[in-house]
């Protein structure tokens, strides 16, 4: 993929040597460009370009102060940027670099000294933007800015949380049947329908563990809405795999069925480990959750008592009496059947309606 470079000068026989430089270059770029500061400025935040080539002296804003604004500004503060300049003394280029510039070049530019930095600022470039997507898998994006800024996340307690649990029951005797290869494919199908639902619903993957799944709501950015939410995504969850289970049997083939549990209450959030950082949930709530999934049955949505009280307005839910779970005693369990006529499109129970959203203040 090209990258883009915005080049930026008020002289148009300057745009003109610094496009003929970069198009004639080994390397294809996609070049914008600017005659003054703010032009600039405006057009970085719209494009996001991978580097941008800036002249000092222009009018309505200078290369120095748009040198400014964009590394102020949490949307381009990350784009490398080039100075392009005849003021060449210590004190100018020192400027220029407490700004926040990556790098200069002097004027009158010359070609291979423009490319060799070029080159080299594209390659920081694309290599920072690769460790961010990789940060943002392991973190939320919230705790990713938290630990870049200050090293640290500090422990971060949540009045109100919804934490989801999923496994897959007949996981063992379907997976002895296949190819580890196979298998990984199957249970990568399926988490990666879950990332795409829970992302729907504003919820945030925790973690898997074999054929254990589980994410949250609420956290790291707190809402009154996660109980509804979660419940919304556990049954969209459900549905997948039973199209999923459809679609193996009408090839002959069986497949694992999923059991999922819910609970909503208190939790706190951090990140553990120096070396390799794992954001994760803690408390009473999250075994609760734990005991709702090993309590269910598969292909339905168990949800304790606490998220029932949250979501019995929107949802049809059948009381299963008090059940025994592990290391809690007796408990209230709930299966959700669906949303509740009135709040659903064509009464079908299934995709919410106007009235439910508003309902939920969504």
């Known amino acids: 993929m090209k990258a883009t470079i915005l080049i930026v000068d008020d002289e148009v026989t300057n745009l003109k040597i610094l496009r003929e430089y970069l198009t004639t270059a080994d390397q294809e770029f996609r070049i914008l460009q600017a005659t003054n500061g703010k032009q600039a400025f405006d ?108 090293g640290r996340v500090a422990p971060k307690p949540y009045e109100l949380a919804t934490v989801l649990f999923t496994d897959f029951k007949g996981f063992t005797s379907v997976a002895s049947r296949m190819k580890p290869i196979d298998l990984l494919k199957e249970l990568n199908a399926c988490f990666d329908a879950f990332d795409e639902i829970i992302e729907k619903h504003e919820m945030e993957r925790i973690k898997t563990i074999g054929d254990a799944y589980m994410c949250v709501g609420g956290v790291p950015n707190a809402n009154t809405t996660n109980p509804v939410n979660a419940v919304l995504a556990a049954l969209e969850m459900q549905r997948f795999m039973k199209q999923k289970r459809e679609e193996k049997a009408s090839q002959g083939e069986n497949y694992w069925q999923c059991r999922l549990g819910i609970n909503s209450g208190e939790v706190i959030a951090g990140v553990i480990g120096r070396k390799k950082f794992a954001y994760d949930i803690w408390g009473d709530t999250v075994n609760s959750a734990s005991r709702m999934e090993s309590n269910g049955e598969a292909g339905k949505v168990n949800i304790s008592g606490s998220t029932y009280a949250l979501v ?43 009235l439910f959203y508003s309902r939920v203040g969504g």
């Open 43 to 150: 057009i970085a935040q719209k494009a996001d370009p991978d580097l941008v080539i800036m002249d000092w002296m222009m009018p309505v804003m200078s290369g120095i102060d748009a040198l400014k604004n964009i590394k102020a500004t949490e949307s381009t503060q990350n784009i490398p940027v080039i100075m392009a300049t005849a003021k060449t003394s210590a004190q100018d280029l020192k400027e220029a670099l407490e700004a926040g510039a990556m790098d200069y070049v002097r004027k009158p530019i010359d070609k291979t000294e423009l490319l060799a930095r070029v080159r080299s600022a594209i390659q920081l470039s694309h290599a920072y933007k690769q460790s961010e997507e990789l940060l943002l898998n392991i973190l939320p994006k919230e705790i990713a800015e938290e630990l870049k800024a200050k």
């Open 312 to 354: 019995k307005d929107l949802f049809e839910c059948e009381h299963r009496g008090k059940i025994n779970a592990k290391g809690k005693g007796e408990v209230d369990m709930y299966f959700v059947l669906g949303i509740k006529p009135e709040y659903s499109i064509n009464n079908e129970g299934v995709e919410p309606n106007e």
